[in-house]
């Protein structure tokens, strides 16, 4: 069976530039999460949804970020107008169940805003 | 402050030695998790958590909800234990908050 798969691993940027972030998550996992891992520091949650629908977006900076899982399988994190204080690893991890299972993660995509 | 406080912050880690990891929270959880983040950053699940105990080789993990703590005991240490250990508290199908992790070194002879 075939992990959580992220593109792209890497992604360098000049502040002021777009981004997109893409998640695959194992298939039949109903809640996606989005979590950003700044360097030396614990993943910290962004956005998290439940088949299609956005369950917390409260930590998402909304000017910049937007999140979407349109059929309720892939997902896309975008990040609008990069800043050097978004420097960090974005992680994707999928569980069954809502969430009340096992969290498994992607490899993350290592991004750096210059 | 944290929700997840992880203690220590960083250890050694010698051979054939026992170590343990603990995490307290000050929010309340029904689930914990621990994962352990390796050298290329890939984060792989241990412990999947209700409050009890678990064991799976050398790794003994617990986890008591009503003191708010979980522990990871790691018996015979080997190289290959090395990276950073996170553990991580939700309540039940919610989303997990995670702790700053421990970054396990190894100790060479």
């Known amino acids: 069976e075939a992990g959580v798969t992220q593109s792209p691993r890497y992604a360098v940027l000049q502040e002021g530039q777009a981004v997109s972030f893409w998640c695959d998550p194992i298939?039949?996992?109903?809640?996606l999460y989005w979590y950003q891992q700044p360097r030396d520091q614990g993943p910290q949650l962004l956005v998290y949804?439940?088949?299609?629908?956005?369950?917390?977006n409260s930590q998402l900076p909304s000017d910049r970020f937007s999140a979407v899982r349109p059929k309720g399988t892939n997902s896309t994190l975008k990040i609008q107008s990069a800043k050097q204080g978004d420097t960090a690893t974005y992680l994707c991890a999928s569980s069954l169940l809502g969430g009340a299972e096992t969290l498994y993660f992607g490899s993350g995509t290592r991004l750096t805003v210059l | 402050g944290d929700k997840v406080k992880q203690s220590p912050s960083a250890l050694s880690l010698q051979e054939g030695t026992n170590s343990a990891l603990r995490c307290n929270f000050s929010?309340?959880?029904?689930?914990v998790q621990w994962f352990l983040q390796n050298p290329r950053g890939s984060l792989i699940n241990l412990f999947y958590?209700?409050?009890g105990t678990k064991e799976n080789g050398r790794l003994k993990s617990a986890f008591d909800s009503k003191e708010s703590y979980s522990t990871l005991h790691i018996r015979d240490a080997q190289l290959e234990d090395s990276g950073t250990y996170f553990c991580a508290a939700g309540g039940f199908a919610s989303a997990l908050t995670f702790g700053s992790g421990t970054k396990v070194i190894p100790c060479l002879p």
């Open positions: 298939s039949g996992h109903d809640t």
């Open positions: 958590l209700v409050p």
């Open positions: 949804f439940r088949d299609e629908a956005v369950i917390d």
């Open positions: 929010i309340a959880a029904t689930t």
